[in-house]
């Protein structure tokens, strides 16, 4: 379920100032953030964000793609290795 319109997209406040401090200044920097749940807006394009995913920041460049889209989507925190096949499972007997 999306969010009401009238409430508006979530950003974290420290991480919109951090952005429009850096569009301010012009400076390009990985800008760490660990909230995932931050919805991907306008000004962030073209910088590059670290998204925590649980282990490390995932670095991750916003393009206008993006916009509207969250976060979290772009950094997975888990790592699917596959399902044993047949083969292994019968000679694990």
Known sequence: MSR????????DPKLLKKIERLNATGGRMVI?????????????VGH??????????????ITENMVGHKLGEFAPT???????S????????
């Open 78 to 84: 888990r790592t699917f290795r596959g399902h044993i």
């Open 4 to 11: 009401s319109l009238k409430k508006g997209p979530f950003i």
């Open 32 to 44: 760490r953030t660990w909230s995932r749940s931050s919805t991907i807006f306008p000004q962030m």
């Open 48 to 61: 590059t964000i670290g998204v925590y995913d649980g282990r490390r920041h995932i670095p991750i460049y």
């Open 86 to 93: 047949k083969a292994e499972k019968k000679g694990r007997r």
